[in-house]
């Protein structure tokens, strides 16, 4: 195994919690660092996958409706009730 002698500037909140671990587990603070900073590097090598689970739901809908174009569906049902609406003024002002 290559060792690297290195200086490294921890916050003393890191530090405090990395010595207090040490002191726990009986190991050296050198210890308590470089299994701290492999189990991290592992955790995010691993938990690369989102967790998000989709689960598709039956909305009911009749045959020949596009969900993805209910937007389209509606600005038609919108424009239908205005030409009623506007045909139903025209003949009352008749």
């Known amino acids: 195994m290559l060792l690297m002698r290195t200086t490294l500037t921890l916050d003393d909140d ?3 919690i990395l010595q207090r671990r040490a002191k726990q587990l ?4 050198k210890e308590v660092v470089n299994s701290t900073l492999r189990n991290g590097l592992a955790a ?6 989102p967790s998000v689970a989709v689960r598709p739901h039956d909305f009911g809908t009749s045959p020949g ?3 993805d174009r209910l937007n ?3 600005d ?3 424009a239908d009730d205005y030409m009623r609406k506007a045909a139903e003024d025209d003949i ?3």
């Open 44 to 49: 995010k090598v691993i938990d690369t996958t």
């Open 72 to 74: 389209q569906l509606v």
């Open 92 to 94: 009352a002002r008749h």
């Open 14 to 16: 890191l530090a405090g």
């Open 26 to 29: 009986g190991q050296s603070f």
């Open 76 to 78: 038609e049902l919108a």
């Open 65 to 67: 409706v596009d969900l």
